[in-house]
């Protein structure tokens, strides 16, 4: 008797899997542990390069490392799976989500410089908690839609290390400030994830034949 196949529950088991190395997690960790050097990084650019170019060399090698690692580490060991409709439809809805969040954050960037809201002063415990109200939404979302739940944590320790970087806003070196909250932070989310991707290459060795 042929047993009848659920390829949107064999999708989501997909979903569940696809994170268990932990290495996405080393990623995310080795991108904000980074930020920690931007400060120091940007004295030696001249404006606007100098916020934007630090950020986007952190997010060059994230990727490189990601497509070097996923193919020659984690594939050989979990194989490769073609997407079907429900994780297309999972990536269309990232996209858009991610999308409009880069839209709004452009918005906000933008409407000082053409003079709208530029008269708005927000500082401490109030900008903290307008910071993480924009900001924790998209991870909750994506780790919702990935089935990635270590992801709400790496959300809210990442919000910590705002929350840290404006406490002591007044009263640090803000190189020292960056160092501490976003370098933290990150080490913390990079070893965390470390941990778990150790377990998993001893949890899936590759045999001789394998790796030849």
């Known amino acids: ?15 569940k899997t696809a994170h268990q190395h932990g290495f996405f997690d080393m990623i995310i960790g080795f991108v904000v542990g980074g930020m920690a050097f931007g400060p120091i990084f940007r004295e030696s650019l001249p404006a ?20 070097t690692v996923v193919k020659y580490i984690i594939q050989p060991r979990m194989g490769f799976a073609k997407p079907g409709p429900t994780l297309r439809s999972i990536r269309k809805k990232i996209f858009v989500v991610v999308l409009i969040h880069f ?3 452009l918005i906000i ?5 053409i003079g709208i809201g530029s008269g708005i002063q927000v500082g401490g415990i109030i900008f903290i908690l ?10 909750i979302i994506i780790a919702y839609l990935l089935k990635y739940p270590r992801l709400y944590l790496i959300g809210m320790l990442i919000w910590v290390a705002i929350f840290i970087n404006e406490l002591f806003y007044t009263s640090t070196d803000y190189r020292i400030r960056w160092l501490f909250s976003f370098g933290i932070i990150g080490c913390i989310i990079f070893f965390m994830g470390l941990v778990i991707f150790v377990r998993f290459l001893k949890k899936y060795p590759l045999l001789k034949e394998e790796m030849a």
């Open 48 to 67: 606007p390069y100098k916020y934007f170019l630090w950020p986007l060399i952190l997010i060059i090698i994230a990727n490189i490392l990601v497509f």
């Open 103 to 105: 839209i709004l954050l």
């Open 109 to 113: 960037f933008i409407l000082p410089f």
């Open 1 to 15: 008797m042929s047993e009848h196949i659920d390829l949107k529950t064999i999708e989501k088991n997909v979903l």
């Open 130 to 139: 307008l910071i993480g109200l924009f900001f924790m939404p998209i991870f």
